[in-house]
Every structure is written in C-alpha cells, then in structure tokens.
C-alpha cells in the first residue's frame, strides 16, 4: 500500500443498543397451537436484530391462532451483537427457541449445521435457489428458513437534494447517480461543495456496498485467502478512505449520533436495501423529505437478507419450527414487506402483483416494490462468503473507523488489518 495516496479523516463513535418485546398471547379460540400439545402453554422466544419487520401485531395474529403459545421477542440493534451472542451459547443451551443469522456471518453457522433443527420437507422449494441452497447443509438438511433478501437502491433527502441545487425527483436522482462509484462519490464532493456538508451517513456503507459487487473478496472458492492480496479489495479501501471518508458523516452506522441525524439533516443519502426503509420511517417518522431512487451505483448490489434458525437443544423444538415456517410464508413476507421494507425471497411473494404495485407513504409515494424488483433484477454477482468472511470484513470496517478516527493514517491501518488477518 506504500504507493497508495490518501487524504483526510473525521472523528465518529459508533455504540450499540438492545430492546426486548414482551408479547402476551391471548385466546380466542379453541384450537392448540400448532407446537404444541392440546392445553400445554408455552412460551417461544424470538431474537432478531435491526428490524425484520415483525411488529406486535403480526405476532399477536400467530398467538390469536395459537391461543396456547406466548412470543417473547428479542431485538438487539445489529447484527454483531446478535453474533457473539449466537456463537457464545450455540450448542451450550441459552439461546431464543427461534435465532436470527445474518448473511454475513451465515456460512459461520452453517458449520455448526448438526445443532441446528431441520425444516420440514413442507417448506423446501419456496425460496429463491441461491437462498435455499446456502441453508441446506453437506448432508441435504435444510436448516435455515430465509427471511428477506437486500437488493440495494439510494434513499435521499429531497428537500436538501433541492436546497444544494441537485435534481431532487426521482428520475433526476436516478440520473444524476447513474454511473460508477466515482461518479457516486463526485456528487458527493458537489454537495459538500454546496453546504458544506457531507452527503453520505457513513464510509463503511460505501466500502459495504463496493464489496458486495466483487465475488471473491476474502477468500476463493475452495477456502484459499485472498484477503489482503486482492487488488478489488486494497482498491476499494482505497477509494473510500479517499473519497468517501470526507464526504461521510459517520464511520459507521448503528450510533446514537448515526440514528438521531436521520432526522436532522446531517447527511443526504443512504444506500438503502430494502430493510433500510423501516430503518429509517421508524428513526424518523416526522421527517417528509426522505425519498428513493431507482438506481445504485456500478449497476446493482445486494446488501443482507437473513434467516430464522432452530436451534436443536431448545425446549420447544417443533413449536419453533412452526413459527418459524409460518413467519417465513409468503404471506408472511408480504406483511413484514409492508411494516419495513424487507424485500422477499419467496418465490409466491416475488411473483405477486402485491409486491410489484406496493408504495411506501413515507418515502413520498414511492413505489418501492417496483423500485426494488427492479434493483434485485440488477444484481449480477453474489459475494462468495465462507466462515471466515465476517471477521475479515469486520476488521476491514474497523480499519476505516480508524482512519476515519484519527487513530491512524491509511497505510499504517491498513498494515494493520493484514497483521490481523494473518494472525486470524
């Protein structure tokens, strides 16, 4: 990296948050729940990060038809939380009846597929291929059921697009941004230009969205590393420690400061998967000007999509797959669409005129659904990601917060992400 030239950096903290859901089952009818037996109440615990999209009242419209079963739902802020969590009690008892894993660090779990519960034969086939097959593990067990998926679009603020002199409708922003990320990050250099403000919330977004368009960034195929080898991956450190870094608000997201700006006007723009949306109308609810454009930049990109997992040594093994078949339903996906955002990946709900013809009030009408149909049309490479691609993502990301810090200069935290590699 010694030939490499960098410019300069700006200061963020990124902290972390948990919230717990407590729901209480009413009965309504006469019929058991489906996991359990006639006249058993139980309890089935549910632990997701971020926002899924289950709001109370599609859990309360389960325990309406399952009058026996009581959900308990766990969300912590971000994945990394969910993560160390997952990892720490995995095999060991103590964690949810039913656990959320995020794509990133999924092919990590998947290695422990023999604690994971199998799905029933009923739900195999209802999902993209790519998703279904990334669940199903060496000995054909299926042990993951696919919650969303995450093609990616540009979330704006309007108002501000307008008041820096940017095209601020929707087909103007998708014109404006149309083209590569040196044409993403050149508006971007234009609206500081104009208000001295940065247009992006934050760096590591940029470098998130540049790496999910590479195939091989950490490792290759068949387990050789290639992580601080790969000239994709010192490129697009690169640019945006160069370009992104001015031009961002905060290194990374999921800070008190990050979700408070949402509303205040700090940054702009947002790359937004489908998921970002409920992130966003939920952090900011009285804010009008956020919209969203039908464009990414470089072409398309997916940005997570997660799935709900059993864990084998839960109390309430079949109840929790029953939820977490029918929280994975097409109907389901719809639902949990309209409350966030968070795009399908049924096949049922994919093909549905419900999807297509959906619009996001907040967002100023928008027709999301078409929107992001056409954003996951866009999306030609898929991120090969073994066990070892959140660490070394992570420490990636945690190299920008550095320099972005102050911590350290570019070269040197580079240097110090391939001694961390290499260590790993």
């Not at 739902?73 to 969910?82: I, Q, T, W």
Request: aromatic share 12%; proline share 4%.
């Amino acid at each position: 990296m010694k030939s490499r030239a960098f410019r300069r950096s700006a200061a963020a903290v990124a902290a972390f948050s948990a919230t717990a859901i407590v729901l209480a089952g009413c009965s309504t009818g006469d019929t058991a729940g489906e996991g359990s037996s006639e006249g058993e109440e139980i309890t089935l615990t549910v632990a997701t990060f971020n926002d899924f999209g289950y709001t109370d009242e599609l859990f309360q419209e389960y325990m309406d038809e399952n009058p026996d079963v009581t959900i308990v739902h766990n969300r912590a802020a971000e994945s990394g939380d969910a993560r160390a969590n997952y990892f720490q009690k995995l095999g060991k008892g103590g964690l949810a009846d039913i656990e959320a894993v995020e794509i990133d660090w999924f092919a990590e779990a998947m290695q422990y597929s023999d604690l994971l519960a199998e799905a029933p034969d009923s739900v195999k086939g209802r999902w993209l291929d790519w998703k279904e097959a990334a669940a199903t593990d060496a000995d054909g067990r299926l042990v993951g059921f696919g919650t969303d998926i995450g093609p990616q679009s540009i979330c704006y603020r309007a108002d501000l697009f307008e008041a820096a002199g940017l095209p601020s409708d929707r087909e103007g922003v998708a014109e404006l941004f149309d083209g590569d990320w040196e044409n993403f990050l050149d508006v971007a250099d234009q609206y500081r230009e104009a208000t001295g403000k940065p247009m992006i919330d934050s760096a590591n977004s940029v470098l998130q969205g540049i790496v999910n368009q590479i195939e091989y960034t950490y490792s290759e195929a068949d387990g050789t590393s290639i992580a601080t080898s790969n000239p994709e991956i010192a490129d697009a450190y690169e640019l945006v420690i160069e370009r992104a870094v001015p031009n961002s608000a905060y290194s990374g997201q999921w800070s008190d400061d990050w979700f408070a700006s949402m509303a205040n006007g700090e940054f702009a723009t947002m790359l937004c998967p489908g998921w970002m949306l409920g992130v966003i109308s939920g952090t900011a609810p009285d804010v009008t000007g956020w919209d969203i454009a039908d464009v990414f930049p470089n072409g398309g990109g997916n940005w997570g999509g997660s799935y709900l997992t059993v864990p084998a040594d839960g109390e309430n093994v079949d109840a929790a797959l029953a939820l977490a078949d029918w929280l994975t339903a097409p109907e389901q996906q719809m639902k949990a669409f309209e409350a966030a955002g968070t795009f399908p990946s049924q096949l049922e709900a994919l093909e549905s005129e419900e999807l297509t013809s959906a619009t996001n009030e907040y967002f100023n009408e928008a027709p999301t659904g078409e929107i992001l149909s056409n954003r996951a049309a866009a999306v030609t490479v898929t991120p090969y990601k073994d066990a070892d691609y959140f660490k070394y993502h992570d420490a990636l990301q945690n190299a920008v917060n550095r320099v972005f810090d102050g911590l350290e200069d570019p070269e040197t935290s580079w240097n110090t992400w391939v001694a961390e590699v290499e260590a790993f």
